[in-house]
């Protein structure tokens, strides 16, 4: 994640915005490209929000009760992806890599500031993202899962579920150091 690091001329920003690595020169000309490309910018966004902060910081809490924190988003969406891609649209018996009958929130309850255990959550949403653009790469948009959902639908649900995501994740930032959303 080093990449945000650079000096910036706005000092609450990761990058000038003529540096930011969520641009591309992919044309919306088609609806594969517009999908993947919008979910290949919400995924960087959150990388993004979460560029050089320790474990501790990563593990704030919002406000009381909510767990939520990025840790836990990064956590969450990790799930999320797992649980479309893998189980949904591949139909495999992939295991929940956090939520247990006891705890269904456990991939925020969780998250705690330590370095192992957010490294291992940053290898399980990169081993995930990898799986769901290795399958969409491979599958047409109309592709149906036996759960039933296209693989269409489901990016249109992913892009929303980030979206929504990186929306906490701006406020989350902010009150840890002040940096706001770009």
Known sequence: MDRWTKA??????????????????VRYDDERST????LRRYRLTLEMKCADLTPWQLATRSVPPSSMSLLGL????????????RRALAGEDAPRLYATAENRDADFDDAVGDADLVAAAWDAWRDEV??????????????????????????VHLIEEYARHCGHAD?????????VGQ
């Open 74 to 85: 990064v956590r969450h969406l990790a799930e999320v992806e797992r649980g479309w891609f």
């Open 130 to 155: 990898a799986y769901g653009e290795r399958f969409v790469a491979d599958h047409e948009l109309d592709f149906v899962g036996p759960a039933g959902g296209s693989l269409r639908g489901i990016l």
């Open 171 to 179: 406020l989350l930032r902010e009150c840890i150091d002040g940096r």
């Open 8 to 25: 910036t001329v706005y000092d609450d920003m990761w990058v000038d915005p003529s540096d930011d690595p969520r641009e591309s020169d």
């Open 35 to 38: 999908l993947t490309d919008y």
